[in-house]
């Protein structure tokens, strides 16, 4: 059972920078991910990473302003998060799953294993 936390929001004005971190409990070769859910709205997926690093995917609202990272030798994955937008305000939520990092924005439903999540407030 893999235990996931998060950390790094908070409150960060329009344009500026966060980083989120996302330490598992135990070494894996589970491709990570990061979803979002602003209030009244679903989760929503925003980007996913392969076991090894090599692979990457992002939605299309956040490609070239998020970079997703891992260090393996920390258990850790990494959100980048720049240009933030006020509709960027969400809760941010790590997943992790044995499914390829190309599938999971497409099958969150069947990820096993999610965070608890962490704010990030973008104020205009």
């Known amino acids: 059972q893999v235990q996931l936390v998060e950390s790094g929001g908070g409150l960060v004005q329009a344009g500026g920078s966060l980083r989120l971190s996302c330490a598992a409990s135990e070494r894996s070769s589970y491709s990570m991910g990061w979803f979002r859910q602003a209030p009244g709205k679903e989760r929503e997926f925003q980007a996913a990473i392969n076991w090894s690093g090599g692979s990457t995917d992002y939605a299309d609202s956040v490609k070239g302003r998020f970079t997703i990272s891992r260090d393996n030798a920390k258990n850790t994955v990494y959100l980048q998060m720049n240009s933030l937008k006020p509709e960027d305000t969400a809760v941010y939520y790590c997943?992790?799953?044995?499914?390829?990092?190309?599938?999971?924005?497409?099958?969150?439903?069947?990820?096993?294993?999610w965070g608890k999540g962490t704010l990030v407030t973008v104020s205009s």
């Open positions: 997943a992790a799953d044995r499914m390829s990092s190309r599938v999971m924005r497409s099958r969150q439903h069947d990820i096993n294993y």
